[in-house]
């Protein structure tokens, strides 16, 4: 079988049909990619991955997740309550020595560690720190999404999401990593027996917390 027409148009062609200045690939490329930096910080992780990856080329494998979900028999306001106030001196409510653990081991390689805490114990806003956490969205008595600050071979991403059930509400805790290469997956895997503790270790805790301060 003859082909009978060309697969590429000559430039002149293609002016003609539509009269722009052409660029090279490399030149698009470098122009997508800084669109992507100055465009507003998604509000879920699902919704620009290349955000929460730090645009770095080396996230080069899917991310992964972990999800933690505990029915709460108080109103979304009240479970909200304790959600905001994680972190800092009010701590993360279940497995705190681990926490603090990590927060050691990333002062040992030069990370920031815990040390930053909370600007407020109990108000939140975009951008501010959590102890090795920042706040990148917040829908205020619905969802808090967090991207860590610490040394990690990869990007992390944890997520709380506040809903109103016929019982009451319902929290779900999702934590998401995106693997820097070969070393973020086995940092993944190495602690993938320990993430269902610590997700649903806190999430238990926190719809506890809730129902005993109602």
Do not use: C
């Amino acid at each position: 079988m003859v082909a009978q027409h060309d697969l590429l148009a000559s430039g002149k062609e293609i002016q003609q049909i539509l009269p722009r200045k052409l660029i090279s690939y490399r030149d698009a490329i470098h122009i997508a990619m800084k669109n992507e930096k100055l465009t507003e910080m998604p509000a879920r992780w699902t919704e620009g991955a290349i955000h929460f990856g730090g645009l770095r080329q080396d996230n080069s494998f899917y991310s992964k997740k972990e999800i933690a979900q505990e029915d709460v028999g108080v109103k979304p306001k009240a479970l909200w309550k304790h959600v905001s106030a994680l972190g800092g001196d009010s701590g993360w409510h279940a497995f705190n020595w681990l926490w603090k653990t990590r927060g050691v081991i990333d002062r040992l390689f030069g990370g920031i560690g815990m040390r930053r805490g909370r600007r407020h114990p109990t108000a939140i806003r975009v951008g501010d720190t959590i102890d090795f956490w920042r706040v990148v969205s917040v829908e205020y008595g619905r969802r808090l999404t967090l991207i860590a600050e610490m040394k990690l071979p990869g990007s992390a991403v944890l997520e709380f999401e506040v809903e109103e059930t016929q019982n009451g509400s319902r929290l779900t805790t999702t934590a998401y990593f995106h693997p820097a290469g070969v070393l973020g997956l086995l940092y993944w895997y190495v602690l993938t027996p320990v993430h269902p503790f610590i997700f649903r270790g806190m999430t238990r805790a926190l719809a506890k917390k809730a129902v005993q301060t109602n």
